[in-house]
């Protein structure tokens, strides 16, 4: 009896201090090292994501932007065996406007249009007889 009043008693007292609202669960402590990621789609077609991972020793940098027709990526990276180096991309002639000096060849059709393979024909064999 006496045990189970005292777990009552508790019950009630923690309920009331998270009812008032001044019992808040321990802060986190955010530290900030240098290293994060992040998404972010503002639209239709539209989107751009990037990262930068790694230790002091080996880290990566990586950032990707898609707009439209329109798409660029740079990473960069650093190694403190290896040395360090950066690549850029932009691709920005998507638009159906776009003509190439290129032509295509011209290849002849096959000269016959069997297929490669050949059709699946069941093969059924007699069943075992018994013993």
């Known amino acids: 009896m006496k045990t189970s009043l005292v777990v009552l008693v508790l019950s009630a007292v923690v309920a009331a201090v ?4 001044e019992y808040a669960p321990p802060a986190y402590e955010k530290k900030y090292d240098g290293y994060f990621q992040y998404a972010n789609v ?14 002091p020793q080996h880290n990566r940098n990586h950032y990707e ?4 027709h329109r798409f660029r990526t740079k990473v960069k990276w650093t190694d ?7 690549h850029y991309w932009e691709y920005n002639h998507g ?7 290129y032509a295509a060849p ?11 393979y050949s059709d699946n024909v069941p093969v059924y064999e007699a069943a075992p007889s018994k013993q």
């Open 80 to 86: 403190t065996k290896e040395g360090y180096g950066e």
């Open 18 to 21: 998270i009812a008032d609202g």
């Open 65 to 68: 932007q898609s707009k439209d």
């Open 42 to 55: 503002p639209g239709k077609d539209e989107y751009e994501f990037g990262y930068n991972r790694g230790n």
């Open 95 to 101: 638009d159906a406007g776009y003509k190439s000096d």
């Open 106 to 116: 011209a290849y002849a059709a096959p000269a016959y249009s069997a297929p490669g």
